[in-house]
Structure formats: C-alpha cells, structure tokens
C-alpha cells in the first residue's frame, strides 16, 4: 500500500516564476492539506481540500492556490515566486470518515529553492 | 489563534536512557487535540503519539509516553530507552478539535518549531 507521495522531491525556480507541485493520497484517503516548512521552522498550514474544494486556509496570500482532482490527487501552485518560498512543501492526506479519530499521514516533500 | 512554542532547540541523550522534551501552547479552546512528530533525514513527518484534550489520561505508545498538563497547557514528551534511530527533529502540533467539517474533520495543525534530539551512542 503506497503511501503519501509527492513529486517531484526538488524543484529550483527563479523569481517572479511559476510553480506547481504535485500529490497523491495514501490509499483510501479523500482529504489533502499542504503545508511549508522553512529551514529550521515547523511546517505552517497552507490549505486543505475536500470533494474538490477548498475548505480551510491558512494564513498565505493569494500567490498560493490549488486543486484536487476526482481521484483525490492534488495540486499546489505558487505564481510570483519570491526568495522567501523557498522551503520544504509537504503534503498530508487524511479520510474523512474518521471523524474525530482522523490521523494525517505525510509525504516526503518537494524541496522548493528560489534563486 | 494558538500558538505552540518548544523552547529546547537541541537536547542529547545517551543511548538506552531517558530524555523529555518540552511542549507549551496557548488556546481559549476547551477540545482539541495535541501530538508530537517525528522528522527524520528523510523529511517524513511521523506520528508519535496523539492526546486528546478532553482524556485525562496520558497517552502512551510503546516507549513513548506523554505529560499532559491541560490546566497548565503543558504537553510533554518522555522518550524511554532511546534508541540511535530516535534521533531527529520532534515537533509538537497542536490541533482544534472545532471546525472544519462540521468539528469533526481534519483542521489545519500548528506546530512548534522543533526539538533536535541526539541520541550519543
């Protein structure tokens, strides 16, 4: 059984570019939230997705947007890239259904670097 | 907002004892969900072990046990016998157990900003 897998695991950009990272759910799970960790910080809630739609946000601009798709698969994009994007992005899956018993699980991530 | 703060960047145990790591938070909440994480070099985040705010009992898993002091917002995490494969980055993340789907589904974690655990051989 696969579990949270993101790609591609490094990505370098220039500044003022576009980004689109990928994800897919650990089996069986339906929910997707992205999350950016900078060096030496704890990873910080960008969205979370569910049915296709996005549920909850946290405090990122608008630059940051995404998609889930039917399968449960999803997409962050980042517009305008800025030298402070630079960081690890990790994604987490979850299954609804569990209700309060909810447990994430996480990808590896895609190291980010902005030149 | 909830804050959660780790105020040990670095800690180092020897192999086989015992070592604590340090977790406070900050919310106005009542329920809501505590946990501590693992990162190793490979970048995965890895469940620990999970409290739940309401429980008065410590969560325990294997090895790994918990001190949860509510009225104290105090979460702390005893790592017994460590082992070389426990060193790595600890987090702890704190979760509101309101919101999102109806309160019952999977709000955004807070975390803090890490322990960096050294087990010496």
């Known amino acids: 059984d696969a579990g949270v897998t993101q790609s591609p695991t490094h990505l370098i950009k220039t500044r003022g570019q576009q980004v689109t990272l990928r994800c897919s759910p650990k089996?069986?799970?339906?929910?997707v939230s992205w999350y950016q960790q900078a060096l030496g910080q704890g990873p910080q809630f960008i969205f979370q997705?569910?049915?296709?739609?996005?549920?909850q946000r946290g405090n990122f601009p608008d630059r940051f947007s995404g998609h889930q798709f039917p399968n449960y698969s999803s997409e962050l994009n980042v517009n305008a890239l800025l030298l402070g994007d630079s960081a690890l992005y990790l994604c987490?899956?979850?299954?609804?259904?569990?209700?309060?018993?909810?447990?994430?699980?996480f990808g590896s991530g895609t190291q980010l670097s902005v030149l | 907002a909830q804050t959660v703060t780790q105020s040990q960047p670095e800690m180092s145990v020897q192999e086989a004892e015992t070592v604590t790591l340090s977790c406070t938070y900050d919310t106005s909440e009542s329920d809501y969900y505590l946990f501590w994480y693992k990162q190793p070099p490979s970048r995965q985040m890895i469940l620990v072990i999970r409290?739940?705010?309401?429980?008065?009992q410590n969560a325990t898993e294997n090895r790994f046990s918990v001190n949860f002091q509510k009225a104290a917002k105090s979460f702390s995490l005893k790592i017994s016998d460590s082992q070389l494969g426990d060193a790595a980055m600890y987090f702890c993340?704190?979760?509101?157990?309101?919101?999102?789907?109806?309160?019952?589904?999977?709000?955004?974690?807070?975390f803090g900003k890490g322990t960096h655990l050294i087990i010496q051989p």
């Open positions: 409290q739940e705010a309401y429980k008065q």
């Open positions: 987490a899956s979850s299954y609804l259904g569990q209700g309060r018993e909810e447990k994430l699980f």
């Open positions: 089996s069986g799970h339906d929910t």
């Open positions: 993340a704190y979760r509101s157990a309101f919101g999102g789907f109806s309160g019952g589904g999977a709000d955004g974690l807070t």
């Open positions: 997705y569910y049915e296709e739609e996005e549920r």
